[in-house]
């Protein structure tokens, strides 16, 4: 862990330098992200190193139990510094003060993320599926275990599946059972009591 590192809600002066940080690591947007720190500032977090922003963690804006983890990046340069992690722990807690019993985030599908939502404390809840309306009429009956739940948003079919621990090669096998175009995991950690 570098020394020197700050842990706080972004103010609004270091709002441009987050949304320059969102678009290059990820991808939410002025627009969006704009509207969802108007919901709650303080779960608008970032990591400050000599004063300057190096990384952001945000939430979508909820009024349920559950909160979700919309996105979080640390710049390059400060990867595997245990910057996000710190990062994540300070979000943990804004998020428990507020009243959130739980935080759930959809991992992006490559190894070290999700190795860092486990190492964090994070459990693997869902795969989560996309398909286009053919894949979803042509391939599902494929699948060597059929989904717990199925919704459709914007022409987009998405199978959810529950498990109850990591299991990349079952997702793999769901994913290239029905050619799926995405194949996720829901990661899910109690933060409140
Ligand atoms: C994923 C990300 C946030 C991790 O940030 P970070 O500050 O480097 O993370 P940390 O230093 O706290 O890492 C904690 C642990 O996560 C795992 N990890 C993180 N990055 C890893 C990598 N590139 N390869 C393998 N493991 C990795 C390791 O177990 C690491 O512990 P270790 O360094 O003691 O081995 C960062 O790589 C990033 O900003 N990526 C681009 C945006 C992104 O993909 N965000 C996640 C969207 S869901």
């Known amino acids: 862990m570098v020394d020197r590192v700050v842990l706080r809600a972004i103010a609004d002066a270091e709002f441009d330098r987050a949304v320059e ?3 290059k690591y990820l991808s939410a947007g002025r627009a969006t992200l704009t509207r969802w720190r108007s919901w709650c500032p303080e779960l608008f977090h970032g990591a400050h190193v000599d004063g300057a922003l190096v990384g952001v963690c945000y939430p979508r804006p909820s009024d349920e139990e559950t909160l979700t983890l919309e996105g979080i990046a640390v710049v390059f340069e400060r990867w595997r510094q245990g910057i996000s992690s710190a990062l994540l722990r300070d979000f943990e807690a804004a998020t428990a003060r507020a009243g959130f019993r739980r935080i759930d985030l959809g991992s992006a599908p490559d190894g070290p993320t999700e190795g860092f939502h486990l190492k964090n404390g994070y459990q693997a809840v869902q795969i989560v599926l996309s398909l286009g309306h053919r894949g979803a009429t042509t391939n599902q009956q494929d699948l060597p275990r059929q989904p717990e739940e199925i919704s459709e948003d914007g ?8 498990v109850e621990e990591y299991l990349p090669a079952f997702r793999d096998e769901l994913r290239d059972a029905c050619e799926a175009q995405d194949a996720i995991f829901i990661f899910a950690k109690t933060v409140g009591s």
Do not use: Q, S
């Open 21 to 23: 940080i969102d678009k």
């Open 155 to 162: 022409g987009v079919v998405r199978l959810r599946f529950n």
